[in-house]
């Protein structure tokens, strides 16, 4: 009897154990090290490729609390939501389950796409992995790790990181308008254009140069990365440089920059639309054709040039190149009207317009290309014109027949304008 109970004792206090040891843990040991690698390439946004590489490791001796439903699996690094420039993320972690491991898989999502990977290795009751994503994507980027124990029971981990890439790009700044190297009458432009920026620009200023001195303006503006700006100057007499800058957060600067010729010539411009009208032809209105009307103080004793350029969604069209104006001695004040063809600026027949965008040039000498042009807004009116040959303005009869080439008042590349609507 007594033989009986020591028995039973003694086989309480090895189940007492046995348990003991299940539920704080055990010391693991294997025969060998395997480590099974996973290596790719990932493409995404079309352009930019991302290195990826996965690598668990079973070792020979580790202490760890069992778990008899899941696998335990704990990304030690980097901390979940951290914030990160570098585009090269090393993920580390270890898994352990006392039935033992020999699956794993991982995640790595990002906006816009996603990518995965999975293998099996010889069983093992510890792991560590370690998984480099070489080329984040900018934003955020999460990475899920798994491990299956044999008995198929899956547990995981994750870990979401956020990459801002390192701002070294200065904002793109485009002068639309003025082009550079425009010469103008009028003393007042408005600058046209655009700045981008990758990240956000955060000020934006203009400086102004002229020969006797400069002005300096800035302001601050809530971050953006897509700006349109009109800017108002009253010019100098003759030479004007005016410079566009912006500045993003990190205070990289970017700018453009556009010179200006100001001569100050008393001219008057006027702008019309031709309504053609006949006893003995059919009425045509809003046609194609446009009437310009120039009062100007001619130069003492040079001829001097007018040049109209147009702008259209094709860009600049030259209107009227060259058009001769005599000094005083032969006219002391002209008034000039001359047509010109609205179907450069993509005008039809029967389109009613109402301003039109110019740019004047003078010179002293003809042009053989357009001028840079600084473009200006002005109103369209409507003038009448007699198809049958007594117009009510030009110089030269608008109202021959389409077959018949009008002189214009040019020594330029082009001398013959047609009238190619006129009934």
Sequence with gaps: MKKRIVCILVCMLFVTSAFGVMSYGKVVRTTKEISKINECNVKFREETYSRVFAKVTPLDEKNFITNILQPIVIITSPEDGAVVTDPHLTVLGHATDEAGMNYWEWEWHYQGGSYSNSSYFETAEYVEFRIDIYGLHPGWNLVIVRFKNIYGAMGEDSVNVTYNPPDDQPPTVTIDSPENGATVTNPHITVKGLVTDNVGIVSIGAKQKWSEGETETSSTIPPTTYFPFEWDFDLYDGWNEITIY??????????????????????????????????????????????????????????????????????????????????????????????????????????????????????????????????????????????????????????????????????????????????
């Design 246 to 423: 912006s500045e993003d957060a990190v205070g990289n600067r970017g700018e453009d920059t556009v010179e200006v010729i100001y001569q100050p010539w008393e001219v008057e411009v006027t702008f019309n639309q031709i309504d053609w009208f006949g006893s003995q032809a059919p009425q045509i209105q809003n046609s194609e054709w446009g009437e310009f009307v120039i009062s100007i103080e001619p130069d003492d004793h040079d001829m001097i040039f007018v040049n109209v350029v147009g702008n259209s969604q094709e860009g600049k069209q030259w209107l009227i190149p060259n058009l001769p104006i005599p000094p005083k001695t032969f006219n002391p004040s002209p008034t000039i009207s001359i047509t010109f063809d609205l179907g450069l600026l993509g005008v039809s027949t029967g389109e009613d317009i109402k301003t039109i965008e110019y740019s004047l040039n003078i010179s002293y000498v003809p042009l053989t290309t357009p001028p840079p042009a600084a473009f200006v807004t002005a109103p369209v009116g409507d003038t009448v014109y007699d198809a049958e040959g007594r117009p009510g303005g030009p110089n030269k009869d608008p109202g021959s027949p389409p077959d018949y080439s009008v002189l214009k008042f040019s020594v330029g590349p082009v001398s013959y304008v047609y009238h190619k609507d006129v009934p």
